[in-house]
């Protein structure tokens, strides 16, 4: 039996997304120790007929926490910001859990290892969105002099989600975790107490963001154990990385340029590039020259 298990979900729309993943995952020969599960949010039969090939199981999701249809609208991929909360119910007897969303693919096996390794303890794996090639993590409205009002995506997400203002100002400054990628133990605190904030921010709150909040809110207001990642190992600064064409492989923009270990596709800045696999983008390599490339997973 396997202890360790990565898992994702995806509808029919983002399968291609999906497949590259379990791809970019398997081509790995330490791979072959940790277990691949899927969620199904509305794959074809065919889709999953292809899948079942390489993964080890797949399950349809549920709506583990109700919500609205007014608030869905259709969009079942909307159960991947609810699911990841509950994923030992779904494929229980596993040691680590490993989410990774389906818009995004394993670059380098290094990043799966610190993700499992961080998880020991009973810690939450996690990057966070800071990072030193961020444009702004923070945003100020200057009202006069030197007095300013602080705007954060935390402190955002938490009042709309219907947190109070102590909550808000709690969370409003620390690093914005991104629940994209994370790892957990089976028997972490942080599950049940996630649930029940993801519960609290599903009542007020749009589906979209509540489970990030949810996760900011579980380690920071709860102080439950976290170890930090850094940056390159969920990566979703597409624009800024380079690409390093002696190694083949894409890397941090600045010094020393260690290689990227997910590259995930998250955010509107993303949407050609998760739209069309065959999108070119500009991309600079480490020596300065600016070349076209498909940034999708290729096998």
């Not at 079942?76 to 229980?92: Q, V």
Request: glycine share 4%.
């Amino acid at each position: 039996m396997k202890e360790n298990v990565i898992i994702s979900l995806a509808d029919s729309k983002y399968f291609d997304l999906l497949n590259e993943l379990v791809n970019s995952i398997k081509r790995f020969k330490e791979s072959q120790n940790t277990a691949i599960c899927i969620l199904d949010a509305g794959l074809t039969e065919d889709q999953k007929s292809i899948l079942s090939s390489k993964v080890d199981e797949i399950k349809s999701s549920d709506w583990d926490i109700k919500v609205s249809e007014f608030k869905i609208l259709g969009k079942k991929w909307l159960k991947s910001l609810i699911t990841r909360a509950y994923l030992p119910k779904y494929f229980p007897n596993y040691k680590k859990y490993m989410w990774i969303d389906a818009d995004a693919y394993v670059n380098s096996w290094k990043a799966v290892e610190l993700y499992f390794l961080g998880c020991e303890n009973k810690k939450l794996s996690i990057a966070t969105s800071a990072d030193r090639v961020s444009k702004r993590v923070l945003r100020a409205e200057w009202i006069f002099g030197s007095f300013a009002k602080i705007k954060s995506q935390n402190y955002k997400h938490a009042k709309s989600s219907g947190f109070s203002e102590k909550i808000a100002r709690e969370v409003a400054l620390k690093p914005h975790l991104n629940a994209g990628v994370f790892a957990l133990e089976a028997d972490a605190p942080h599950w049940d107490v996630w649930r029940n904030y993801l519960f609290q921010a599903l009542k007020k709150g749009k589906v979209f963001g509540s489970d990030q909040i949810a996760l900011n809110i579980t380690v920071y207001v709860d102080q439950l154990p976290l170890e930090i990642l850094p940056a390159y190992c969920n990566w979703i600064f597409i624009n800024e990385m380079k690409y390093d064409s002696r190694k083949n492989t894409y890397v941090e923009p600045s010094l020393p340029n260690h290689e990227i270990g997910i590259v995930h596709f998250a955010g509107k800045n993303n949407d050609q590039i998760r739209n069309n696999k065959n999108f070119l983008s500009e991309i600079e390599t480490i020596d300065g020259k600016i070349i076209k490339k498909k940034l999708r997973f290729i096998d």
